[in-house]
């Protein structure tokens, strides 16, 4: 299976700061990487699809880059509704695997 | 409205077995790929496996074949998750995703970007002796 690997694992951000996220792959996916946030007790909600592109209804503050084996989610200015859990998954494989998940806290 | 209803929270011994539900409603159900997907506490995701309603083909992950079975009942637009010989380790919040196959470009070629657009509630199961 491909490995997913999120760094950081956590980290402690103000509203209005700019914040990445990284995702990188065990082997290269191309652009088929897929951003989610969770809220606690909540399930998932896509935000990003293919790397790059915003999944409707989300915010424009957030966006995404990369491709091969490196990927970046960016929150241009941090809300307080953006406090959550944020995942990568690959979909390059038919076999989906997540990253393990990177706690913001604001 | 679309919609993903799962079933409720379940308690179950170790060695007894699992069904979970999941009503789609406000699409057509037939036309999209059921995903499975948990979440041990306090842990990250781990895809199950897959069905397509329409004709009830099956991907399951290796994590979990030979223990788990999918089906789907498109009379009502429910699938169901069962899982076998539980053990304390499947404690854990069992989604059911949606997947969305988006016609996008990539590499100068046409192609499908499979997301989950849509999520169940998360039904808890506790195994437990």
């Known amino acids: 299976d491909i490995q997913m690997t999120q760094s950081p694992s956590s980290l402690s951000a103000s509203v209005g700061d700019r914040v990445t996220i990284s995702c990188r792959a065990s082997?290269?996916?191309?652009?088929?990487l897929n951003w989610y946030q969770q809220k606690p007790g909540k399930a998932p909600s896509l935000l990003i699809y293919?790397?790059?592109n915003l999944q409707g209804g989300a915010p424009s503050r957030f966006s995404g880059s990369g491709s091969g084996t490196d990927f970046t989610l960016t929150i241009s200015s941090l809300q307080p509704e953006d406090s959550a859990t944020y995942f990568c998954?690959?979909?390059?494989?038919?076999?989906?695997?997540f990253g393990q998940g990177t706690n913001l806290e604001i | 409205e679309v919609q993903l209803v799962q079933s409720g929270t379940e308690v179950k011994k170790p060695g007894e077995s699992l069904r979970i539900s999941c009503k789609g409603s406000?699409?057509?159900?037939?036309?999209?790929?059921m995903a499975w997907v948990r979440q041990m506490p306090g842990k990250g995701l781990e895809w199950m496996g897959i069905?397509?309603?329409?004709?009830?083909?099956?991907r399951y992950s290796p994590s979990f074949e030979g223990r788990v079975t999918m089906s789907a009942d498109k009379s009502i637009n429910t699938a169901y998750l069962q899982l076998n010989s539980l053990e304390a380790s499947d404690t854990a919040l069992y989604f059911c995703?949606?997947?969305?196959?988006?016609?996008?470009?990539?590499?100068?070629?046409?192609?499908?970007?499979?997301?989950?657009?849509?999520w169940g509630q998360g039904t808890m199961v506790t195994v437990s002796s």
């Open positions: 069905i397509y309603p329409g004709d009830s083909d099956t």
């Open positions: 082997q290269t996916i191309s652009t088929y």
């Open positions: 995703a949606r997947r969305s196959d988006i016609d996008v470009v990539v590499d100068g070629s046409n192609s499908h970007a499979k997301t989950f657009d849509m």
């Open positions: 998954q690959q979909s390059y494989s038919n076999r989906v695997t």
């Open positions: 406000g699409y057509i159900f037939t036309n999209f790929w």
């Open positions: 293919t790397a790059s």
